[in-house]
């Protein structure tokens, strides 16, 4: 049973910073495509950056590149999403997803699995 669980939420003022992890167990052998997508309330859900487990291959939306980055620590099983210089704009529950790298990246319908999520706020 694959699992992923978020952390690192949390509520900061424009321009601050927040690091998110995502912690992966029973996880599909070989490389895996990780996710990480938000949500804010009447909006479609968005593709804000992806990894490749293998390769280590990034990908990330206009809105967030250069603020945002993320990283897969193998050994551990972790992916994080460090973000800074933050703005309102980018608040909303953040989940990461996985499976095995297939198509575009920021489609959700190509991820099997799901974290429950866990919210950033950004206040002006």
């Known amino acids: 049973l694959v699992r992923l669980v978020e952390s690192g939420g949390g509520s900061v003022q424009t321009g601050g910073s927040l690091t998110l992890s995502c912690v992966g167990s029973?996880?599909?052998?070989?490389?895996?495509?990780i996710g990480w997508f938000r949500q804010s309330p009447g909006k479609q859900r968005e593709g804000v950056a992806a990894?490749?487990?293998?390769?280590?291959?990034?990908y990330y939306a206009d809105s967030v590149k250069g603020r945002f980055t993320v990283s897969h620590d193998k050994l551990s099983n972790t992916t994080y999403l460090q973000m800074d210089d933050l703005k309102p704009e980018d608040s909303g529950v953040y989940y990461c997803?996985?499976?095995?790298?297939?198509?575009?990246?920021?489609?959700?319908?190509?991820?099997?699995?799901w974290g429950r999520g866990t919210q950033v706020t950004v206040s002006s």
């Open positions: 997803a996985a499976d095995k790298p297939a198509g575009s990246w920021n489609i959700p319908s190509i991820y099997r699995y």
């Open positions: 029973g996880f599909i052998f070989g490389s895996n495509c």
């Open positions: 990894i490749v487990t293998v390769g280590g291959s990034t």
